[in-house]
């Protein structure tokens, strides 16, 4: 399995709910990213964890990073229809290299 | 904002054609990166460069090349098109390098 591997790969819930992604990861890492993908269309940076920090926050975003599980999450209150889309954590090791889970596909109902 | 342009959102070409496919950022980035994306493998980098001629090849270089000959420009050259290169195509820039990626659009390529 590759590191970035993100839990659950589709999540749908109901408008006003919270939605909740888990991102595992293999190394060291330097930060953690997190990215939205609305269907076809390229990737949007949402927040930046870096190794030093516990917990991040940007509206209704909420970050946490656990290095000694190797894992983070993302939590999305009171979801929006607009927030449907698919959501890929990245992890930035120390290279110019960053890794890209395989996402987790976020379904908001109205 | 940063602006990460892509030449084309959908192209079709056929087998053995040579394909370019261009970038441009507005935002003097010293740091471009090539990405395909394909369903359940996520992004995968074919090249990186960090400078004007500058470039480092990712996890996936085999049948592509790269020209930077200027900063903001970053061109993503398939030599000869093959139909296992159909995907969807994702250029970026950031700096630092480590830091914030910014994506274009996608290029979604078909090789027939």
């Known amino acids: 399995s590759q590191q970035g591997e993100e839990d659950p790969q589709a999540l749908s819930i109901q408008e006003g709910e919270n939605a909740t992604m888990n991102c595992s990861y293999k190394?060291?890492?330097?930060?953690l990213q997190w990215y939205r993908q609305n269907s076809g269309r390229g990737l949007v940076h949402l927040i930046l964890?870096?190794?030093?920090?516990r917990e991040k926050h940007s509206g209704r975003l909420r970050v946490t990073l656990d290095t000694s599980k190797k894992s983070s999450s993302l939590l999305i209150t009171a979801s929006r229809a607009a927030d449907t889309a698919s959501y890929f954590c990245a992890t930035a090791t120390g290279t110019y290299k960053y890794i890209f889970g395989t996402g987790t596909r976020l379904k908001v109902l109205a | 904002d940063v602006k990460v342009t892509q030449s084309s959102r959908y192209l079709v070409k056929r087998t053995g054609e040579k394909v370019f496919l261009e970038c441009v950022q507005d935002?003097?980035?010293?740091?471009m990166f090539w990405y395909r994306q394909d369903p359940g493998l996520g992004l995968r980098l074919i090249y990186f460069?960090?400078?004007?001629?500058?470039?480092e090849k990712g996890d996936i270089p085999e049948g592509y090349s790269v020209s930077r000959e200027k900063k903001e420009r970053f061109s993503l050259i398939l030599e000869s098109a093959s139909t296992n290169q159909t995907s969807m195509y994702l250029c970026?820039?950031?700096?630092?390098?480590?830091?914030?990626?910014?994506f274009g659009p996608g290029t979604r390529l078909l090789v027939l």
């Open positions: 964890i870096r190794s030093n920090e």
């Open positions: 460069s960090y400078d004007v001629k500058m470039k």
């Open positions: 970026a820039s950031s700096f630092p390098v480590q830091e914030t990626q910014y």
């Open positions: 190394t060291s890492i330097n930060n």
């Open positions: 935002m003097d980035h010293e740091n």
